[in-house]
Nanobody, 112 residues
Framework: VQLVESGGGLVQPGGSLRLSCKTSGIIFTIYDMEWYRQAPGKQRELVATISTGYSTNYPDSVKGRFTISRDNPKNTMYLQMNSLKPEDTAVYYC???????WGQGTQVTVSS
C-alpha cells in the first residue's frame, strides 16, 4: 500500500496550491478519503473529507478556501487550496478513512 502526496511548496499569502495524493495497493473506490495537516507543536487536524459518493466536509478554518476532490480512475485525491494564510503552514497528509494507510506528507509553507 502506498499513498504519495505531492504539490506542496512555498507560496505567498493569498496564493494557491494544489496537493495530490496518489494511491496504490488499495481499492481506492471503497474508501472515504481525508486530508490532514500538522503544524509544528500542534496536533494533527482534519482539514477535508470526501466520501465514496463524493460528499465533502470541511472545518470552518478552511471552508470556502479549500476544495477536496477525487479521480477514481486515477486512484488519486486532490486538495485545491486558495487564499492561503500563514496559519495554513503545515505538513499535509492524506489518509484512507478509518485505516492506518497514510502518506508521508508534503510541506506547505505560506510566507511572504
Amino acid at each position: 500500500v502506498q499513498l504519495v502526496e505531492s504539490g506542496g511548496g512555498l507560496v505567498q499569502p493569498g496564493g494557491s496550491l494544489r496537493l495530490s495524493c496518489k494511491t496504490s495497493g488499495i481499492i481506492f473506490t471503497i474508501y472515504d478519503m481525508e486530508w490532514y495537516r500538522q503544524a509544528p507543536g500542534k496536533q494533527r487536524e482534519l482539514v477535508a473529507t470526501i466520501s465514496t459518493g463524493y460528499s465533502t466536509n470541511y472545518p470552518d478554518s478552511v471552508k470556502g478556501r479549500f476544495t477536496i476532490s477525487r479521480d477514481n480512475p486515477k486512484n488519486t485525491m486532490y486538495l485545491q487550496m486558495n487564499s492561503l494564510k500563514p496559519e495554513d503552514t503545515a505538513v499535509y497528509y492524506c489518509r484512507a478513512s478509518r485505516t492506518n494507510y497514510w502518506g508521508q506528507g508534503t510541506q506547505v509553507t505560506v510566507s511572504s
